[in-house]
Each structure stands twice: as C-alpha cells, then as structure tokens.
C-alpha cells in the first residue's frame, strides 16, 4: 500500500485548478485596466472634450492675450457654466 500523504490526497490538485483560476481572473482585470487607460489616453489625445471646455479655452486665451478685461472674462464665464 503506498501512501501519499497530503500531497497525494488530491488537496494540491484543488489548489492547482484554484491557483489557474487566480491567475485567469487576475489578467483579465489586467487587460481591463490595460485597455481603460489606453482608451482614455485617446480620448483625451483626440478631442473627446465637451463644447464647453473648449469653448472655456478659447476665452482663456483672449484674455491671456488682453483681449477681454476681466468683467468681460467673468460675464462670459458665467455664461458658459449655465450652458453645461
């Protein structure tokens, strides 16, 4: 009669196909995170912005420029905001 102990009992055979498991379900959200990262670098990266933003950029601008006083920049903030 041989005898196998704990190792042969079939308690390391559970743990094999836990361990496969593990590692299967860890990828996944790996690939997941992976593709969520490049998705959303590419938006950011390819003008998937609201109106808004850009709208909000361009007054930016004019007033870093001094076309607009600050009153100005203001009143056309505000303006921007109820649009959203």
Do not use: C, Q
């Amino acid at each position: 009669m041989v005898r196998f102990g704990l190792l042969g009992s079939g308690l390391i055979m559970g743990l094999g196909f836990l361990s496969i498991a593990i590692h299967f379900v860890l990828w996944i959200v790996l690939i997941m995170i992976v593709v969520r990262l490049f998705r959303s670098h590419k938006d950011r990266h390819h003008g998937v912005t609201r109106p808004n933003d850009y709208a909000l950029e361009i007054l930016r601008e004019r007033f870093a420029k001094g076309e607009i006083d600050v009153e100005e920049f203001n009143r056309k903030k505000e303006d921007l905001s109820r649009k959203d």
